[in-house]
T-cell receptor
Framework: EAQVTQNPRYLITVTGKKLTVTCSQN?????MSWYRQDPGLGLRQIYY???????DKGDVPEGYKVSRKEKRNFPLILESPSPNQTSLYFC???????????FGDGTRLSIL | SQQGEEDPQALSIQEGENATMNCSYK?????LQWYRQNSGRGLVHLIL?????REKHSGRLRVTLDTSKKSSSLLITASRAADTASYFC???????????FGAGTTVTVRA
């Protein structure tokens, strides 16, 4: 089954404690992306990747890092999380830029 | 910055009625997509319309695009309770590889 898998689904942590949210897709998609969703703001793109070893900033990249060492995986790293990064995060993938995106089920992060 | 903005923010209709929502955007685009989200779940792609297309249909969905006005509309005909969800437009901008979403329209279909 074609899917985008994010882990964990829920996480409560404290300010400053590094965390990684994993994302994996099984569709051989080239384009992968991370979004955060906050009430009233819709989805905002954090980082995206056009292909392996090619990543670029979205509209809200501050405080986040990503890597794309393999085609299927695109982890999101918060080196020093802060409370303003409390949000619902989605990973998505598509064949190429501008193509329909397949979304994961989301990761709800709470940073205290 | 937010590229797309949906209007209205919320919509409540009776089952069987049509639902129309609009999306406006700021910069030139390659295509525009509509997505549905059920209650905090992942978004599901509904339809993609290219910048050189004016109208597209998929089942009970009808999408229009007016690039001169930088706007799009999504019409859901003969709505059902299962159409209750939030709907988002997303624009693939011409000058970069980002995908920008609006804040969404929340549609409630009353039985």
């Amino acid at each position: 089954e074609a899917q985008v898998t994010q882990n964990p689904r829920y996480l409560i942590t404290v300010t400053g404690k590094k965390l990684t949210v994993t994302c994996s897709q099984n569709m051989n998609h080239e384009y992968m992306s991370w979004y955060r969703q906050d009430p009233g703001l819709g989805l905002r793109q954090i980082y995206y990747s056009m292909n392996v070893e090619v990543t670029d900033k979205g509209d809200v990249p501050e405080g986040y890092k990503v890597s794309r060492k393999e085609k299927r995986n695109f982890p999101l790293i918060l080196e020093s999380p802060s409370p303003n990064q409390t949000s619902l995060y989605f990973c998505a993938s598509s064949l190429a830029s501008g193509q329909p995106q397949h979304f994961g089920d989301g990761t709800r992060l709470s940073i205290l | 910055s937010q590229q797309g903005e949906e209007d209205p923010q919320a919509l409540s209709i009776q089952e069987g009625e049509n639902a129309t929502m609009n999306c406006s955007y700021k910069t030139s685009i390659n295509n525009l997509q509509w997505y549905r989200q059920n209650s905090g779940r992942g978004l599901v792609h509904l339809i993609l319309i290219r910048s050189n297309e004016r109208e597209k249909h998929s089942g009970r969905l009808r999408v229009t695009l007016d690039t001169s006005k930088k706007s799009s509309s999504l019409l859901i005909t003969a709505s059902r309770a299962a159409d209750t969800a939030s709907y988002f437009c997303a624009t693939d901008r011409s000058n970069d590889y980002k995908l920008s979403f609006g804040a969404g329209t929340t549609v409630t279909v009353r039985a």
